[in-house]
């Protein structure tokens, strides 16, 4: 049998008691919220009228690690610590002298990493007194997520979920339901935005902005009522980086020390989950050694090719600006299969760590992106989810770096999600039907014009 | 922290190593095979025709250890041992003192314990000089286990798919084809059969008799070609076990003792699996303390309604007849949502154990499976696949039981896949469309009336 076993379990005894703040750690410190419109700085305050105020009070801490609640690690338990395994075969199909390992977040039933912030963040919800959440979703992977968790934790939950996905992926909605979910096709006659764009637009297909604007409008008319937000914030990275601190102590158990760490990234609280405590590691010992690789769509590269900025997290300016990595909130990525990494902007951590060299960043194209997903699925025997299948393209790449160079480099990348509810997508890569979707130079223009000026220089 | 975990991780190296066959302590030893026209006594060698020879002599072993191939095992690893949990989210919510474990089969890409049985048939096919393997789907869980197993162990696959399945269900059949399967729908225009039926029949919605009669034609017409099946066959409980063996370590680990081990029941491999090993160490040390129920839908209740006589594991007698309790080979069940558990007989071993009164059957209605589907589901947060679910409804029952006499019993189930794929049925229930599909004493005359008579008492 071989010394280190596919499968590194962490004993659920193990299980982290407090979520790692990398904001306590960072060199350079997060520049201010500012006021969409008047671009004024903005007090954390403003955040309360849309989200509970035990997540705003944790969006801003400064605190190295805050306690998770008992309740949580309860829920937790029912599925974590995750997984870490050995690429073993993979390594073999390869031919790379390199270990590969992968953090594999996909064994729950929304089958992705959002379940690790959206425990927390019905919990807090709830200890607030709110009754109700308001979410939208695209792909479906936040509101699954949202729905699981609202249920454990008996919540009521409203999902706006894009019109056109919820024709598109009738399962996803379907699987929300199966979890209590009250599932609304958006625009949709539930609110005030809603009926008006479907005024103008009876036909529309929807957009992830509708579907925000709806929700948003939903939490800000009932102070019983409020919403969340899957990714991007400080309080979701902070949420997730649960999965960084399991790999450390899976790695100290099997005395491996990481040489790269890979994630992909949309809005960031995958990529921050996974590396921030390692990162966060170094920073306070001095160390260089790690390599921490955010993986993007070519078709949406905000740190290859954005710029650092004031932007808006939705796409009409209804929250405080943030200073992120961004292609402008008026960027439109093209149509790729990756749902989830088709944000126009980035976490703010993660775009300030970025911006301090301290993270690189690599952009992949679509068939590349498919192309590792089925060797990965081939020998590892798990369907990535395609946002994740970036991540193993990455490493994938690292690894044949191996083959010529002889090294045992220690790879490690995490597997965010299974793609069970993205088959279409792989049935569309098989017939030939996928092509790399590349972001042109009007695109990055057009993209870039959208930006606020506030006449601050980052 | 509690004493028990949530999850009772068995480590890598306790993973079985040899597989337990049962007929070795069976009280009544299998009567056996016939031939199907005649009714004369079949050999062993009657199977080679369709079955690679290493399966017929597993298939007819008395042998009570069967080692696992170091390859299988390897295999195994890549998902194995899987996860014993404890049902304390879901105790708790029914108020009952029993203690609730389920063995889950479900965190593998095929989504069910199929993958247990499709590993060892490709190797031992491969083994054997096989180049390609045929076999049919229905529901589409053994076809995607195959595809994940022939891929694992680089062979080929054809996958007859019932056409109306193949249309109903597109994701299950983009699913086979990721993992390198050929999924053909049947009927087709690739064998006699299907051209013969297709000529008849152009509109046919297909059915399983049809696609095994395709799968069994092309593997009759070449030596290099060799057909498997997921359920019934001696070989594919014996395969089972591993479910079993690991829950009766993994029991030991905790200093717990099944009062009642439970498992859905369709051909009896999920059955088997999970209860043989269990029952085996019962039947050597005499003891009789742990019940063993198998749990079938009321429209097809084969155990609890049929008969055990002769009859033909497929629809129109191709195969040797075997001893089973069956409804006969002609009984059609109400469309029920369990495709799985639809099939009309039970694998011989089950069957005669069931004769012998050392298990017991009970038949549910749909309604209350889904119903128990959903409250696992929102407690335990993973939607069950409706054929395991069956088994979650005669858990809950029990656990029921135990609220009125105060009985803290140890009850076992085997949650043998995810729903994943079964959206759709879950969408119906919550729409109010699911009714439950009874068994009448027309159905089973007719079916009854389909057997057929070789003049031999069993």
Not at 313 to 340: K, R, S, V, W
Not at 361 to 383: G, M, N, P, R
Request: charged letters at 20%; aromatic letters at 8%; glycine letters at 8%.
């Amino acid at each position: 049998m071989k010394k280190i076993p596919n499968h590194v379990h962490l004993p659920i005894d193990r299980m982290p008691k407090a979520w790692y703040n990398i904001q306590a750690d960072m060199p350079n410190k997060l520049p201010p919220m500012r006021h969409p419109v008047t671009g004024e700085i903005a007090p954390p305050a403003a955040m309360e009228a849309l989200f509970s105020p035990s997540l705003v009070e944790q969006e801003f801490t400064q605190e190295r690690y805050i306690d998770i609640p008992e309740r949580v690690r309860e829920c937790y338990a029912q599925y974590r610590p995750s997984p870490l395994y050995r690429a073993y075969a993979l390594e073999k199909a390869l031919g790379t002298p390199a270990h590969i390992y992968y953090k594999y977040e996909g064994n729950n039933p929304s089958g992705s990493h959002k379940l690790n912030s959206a425990i927390p963040q019905a919990y807090y919800n709830a200890q607030d007194g709110v009754k109700r959440i308001t979410t939208e979703t695209g792909a479906g992977q936040w509101g699954t997520a949202l729905a699981v968790a609202t249920q454990m934790l008996g919540m009521a939950l409203d999902v706006y979920m894009v019109r056109v996905s919820a024709q598109q992926k009738p399962y996803r909605k379907m699987l929300m339901e199966a979890f209590g979910a009250n599932v609304i096709a958006s625009p949709s006659d539930t609110t005030a935005a809603g009926r008006a764009i479907l005024a103008e637009m009876p036909d529309t297909p929807g957009s992830l902005g509708m579907a925000i604007s709806e929700a948003v409008e939903v939490a800000m008319a009932d102070p019983a009522v409020k919403y969340c937000l899957g990714s991007v914030l400080n309080h979701v990275v902070l949420h997730q980086t649960v999965i960084g601190l399991e790999l450390m102590d899976q790695l100290d158990m099997i005395e491996e020390v990481a040489d790269i760490v890979i994630g992909c990234n949309g809005g960031g609280s995958n990529f921050g989950g996974i590396a921030f405590p390692l990162l966060g590691r170094d920073l306070r010992e001095g160390k260089k050694h790690t390599r921490y690789i955010a993986v993007e769509p070519s078709a949406c590269p905000k740190l290859t090719q954005g710029v650092y900025s004031y932007d808006f997290t939705d796409a009409i300016g209804m929250t405080p600006a943030l200073p992120m990595y961004t292609l402008g909130h008026g960027f439109i990525p093209q149509g790729i299969h990756a749902g989830g990494l088709r944000y126009h902007a980035d976490s703010p951590i993660l775009s300030r760590l970025y911006h301090d060299g301290l993270i690189e960043a690599v952009a992949v194209d679509q068939t590349h992106v498919f192309e590792s997903a089925l060797l990965f699925a081939k020998h590892e025997i798990i369907l990535p989810a395609p946002e994740s299948a970036h991540a193993i393209a990455a490493a994938i790449d690292a690894a044949r770096e191996c083959i010529a160079t002889g090294e045992e480099k220690v790879i490690v990348f995490g597997l965010s999600g299974n793609g069970n509810f993205d088959l279409a997508a792989y049935s569309n890569y098989l017939s030939g039907n996928v092509v790399d979707a590349k972001f042109s130079d009007d695109q990055k223009q057009q993209g870039a014009a959208t930006l606020p000026d506030y006449g601050v220089k980052l």
